[in-house]
């Protein structure tokens, strides 16, 4: 009953909402959000589901294309002073912020250059505490550093060159909103967002509904026709997935993701190809995405818990490495969705990723035999136990890994925590082999490399194994000043290739997005961000 109610407020609301003829067949985009959505305030973009919502409401400067090209948004050009230290953007002035009773007669009004100086500044302002902070910490001096030198003339100071600082500037955290609403609403624009997306904020129940209608004021066009082609969005949040996949099998969902769980059997052979039961019933689509999943492994010495760790000696850590068969595991436990990380901790989809030029581990029994043979633990024999720190959410997976490693005599105890737990002992220093995820905030490696500099030590920063090493330091901050593509990238593949030979992570497997659609939806591009983008959707 209280679903049927919902969905005839919905229903009310896309068309009492909408100014086209009401008697038209609405375009209605349903998918459902398994977790709690956080926020829709770009300042907190922290997770998946707040991201994709956000994406849809809000535009920034510059956006990514499916290749992870940096290409014009709200900034139609711009341009890089001689000592790549002060970007100057250049505004578009056919974009307006959505309708709000806030802005004068109800109507949004034009973005300025001023609104971006506004909404930078939010990021590292203490006292909003955004998520993203880190965005800017390092690169830029103070909130002097973001300068509206007209209304279409917007303009960044650097305090060092940073070359991936326009791949930065496509996260979520770097939207721009209107600085009358965010002070009317405070803390509570989470659940009142106005932007200048392809769709605009009309209701949220929380865990229960969210309703996003389409822009009719906005401004891209592809081939001429205005988008969004669709005329609203529905979101349900049921957190049973496999609740979640009936629904979509019965077509009251036109797009699913996450192919898991007790169902993904159901859906896809072990070679990854969809299943016969269910061949041309739904499209199901695969692309690289920017995650490594990996083990960690604490190797400062410094640290008490290290001190008498077995893990300490880099030989027992290579032959972790080479005693676990990755593309088994992909295979079996995860129907080959994803690919095995046999080369660095930079992940296949990256700009810049060769597998040829980065040497990691492939699986060698033998070798990580001989391996623990020299560090003194023949077969295994001799080693105290180790414990390995995992989640609640991949029990299998860690199941198998302990499994490999008693092959080679390793006794593995397995310590399951809650994510949240987990995160906090990491980002403590207090678990000395864990299992990890780092999925790519921007597209370049350096998002990835700068988990092992020295400088983002806990509790300041990312580099949750404790890896420090001048020569690594010294190419990061070299990597800094080459604005050279390919000459980057061999700073990229040297300092993966260090990371690799300390072998203070083990890196798993490379990840994979998967999506379903109903075979009525086109336009829904794949890319390796893992980006929801649904304004050239179209649903017959």
């Not at 510059?62 to 002060?86: E, F, G």
């Not at 909404?119 to 955004?130: E, Y």
């Not at 049973?240 to 099998?249: E, L, V």
Request: glycine share 6%; charged share 25%.
């Amino acid at each position: 009953m209280i679903k049927n109610i919902f969905w005839i407020l919905f229903l009310f609301i896309v068309v009492a909402c909408n100014n086209s003829n009401p008697n038209s067949e609405k375009k209605v985009f349903n998918l459902n959000i398994d977790q709690s959505l956080t926020s829709m305030d770009p300042a907190f973009a922290r997770n998946q589901n707040a991201v994709w919502m956000i994406n849809q409401i809000f535009n920034g400067l510059v956006q990514v294309d499916t290749n992870l090209n940096s290409v014009p948004c709200i900034a139609k050009t711009w341009q890089t002073s001689a000592d790549r230290l002060t970007y100057t953007f250049n505004l578009r002035d056919d974009v307006y912020f959505h309708d709000d009773p806030l802005f004068k007669n109800g109507k949004g009004r034009k973005v300025i250059a001023a609104d971006f100086a506004y909404s930078f500044n939010r990021i590292i302002d203490p006292k909003v505490g955004s998520s993203g902070g880190w965005i800017f910490s390092d690169k830029v001096k103070d909130r002097n550093s973001f300068r509206a030198l007209n209304d279409t003339t917007f303009q960044v100071k650097l305090v060092k060159p940073f070359p991936a600082f326009l791949s930065l500037l496509t996260a979520q955290y770097c939207s721009v909103v209107p600085k009358e609403v965010v002070e009317h609403y405070g803390k509570d624009f989470r659940s009142h967002p106005v932007g200048t997306g392809p769709f605009k904020f009309k209701y949220w129940k929380e865990d229960e509904i969210l309703v996003l209608l389409k822009n009719e004021n906005y401004w891209e066009k592809e081939n001429k026709v205005q988008l969004p082609y669709l005329d609203a969005v529905k979101v349900t949040f049921i957190n049973d997935k496999q609740s979640a996949f009936m629904n979509f099998i019965k077509k009251e969902l036109d797009f699913f993701d996450k192919v898991d769980g007790s169902y993904r059997d159901d859906i896809l052979t072990k070679s990854g190809k969809m299943t016969r039961k269910y061949q041309g019933k739904f499209q199901l689509k695969k692309g690289d995405y920017l995650c490594t999943e990996y083990l960690g492994i604490l190797v400062d010495t410094t640290k008490a818990i290290v001190k008498n760790s077995p893990l300490r000696d880099k030989r027992v850590r290579q032959a972790i490495n080479y005693a676990i068969d990755k593309k088994k595991l992909i295979k079996y436990l995860r129907n080959s969705i994803g690919s095995a990380a046999s080369s660095g901790f930079v992940p296949a989809g990256m700009p810049g990723f060769d597998s040829a030029a980065v040497k990691g581990y492939s699986y060698n029994p033998k070798k990580a035999a001989a391996l623990l043979s020299a560090a003194g633990y023949p077969n295994g024999k001799g080693m105290p136990t180790i414990t390995l720190s995992a989640s609640t959410t991949s029990r299998d997976l860690i199941e198998f890994i302990q499994g490999e490693l008693n092959d080679i005599g390793l006794n593995v105890k397995v310590d399951v925590n809650p994510s949240a737990s987990l995160r906090d002992l990491m980002s403590k220093n207090e678990v000395t082999f864990f299992r990890g995820s780092w999925i790519a905030d921007y597209p370049d490696a350096e998002n990835y490399l700068s988990v092992f500099y020295s400088k983002n030590r806990v509790p300041f920063g990312p580099n949750y194994t404790g890896y420090f090493n001048d020569d690594f330091d010294k190419l990061f901050e070299q990597s800094y000043y080459e604005y050279d593509a390919e000459k980057r990238y061999a700073l990229y593949h040297q300092m993966d290739n260090m990371i690799m030979e300390n072998a203070s992570v083990v890196p798993i497997y490379y990840d994979q997005s998967v999506v379903m659609l109903q075979n009525n939806i086109s336009g829904y591009p794949m890319n390796p961000l893992n980006l929801m983008i649904l304004k050239k959707v179209k649903k017959q």
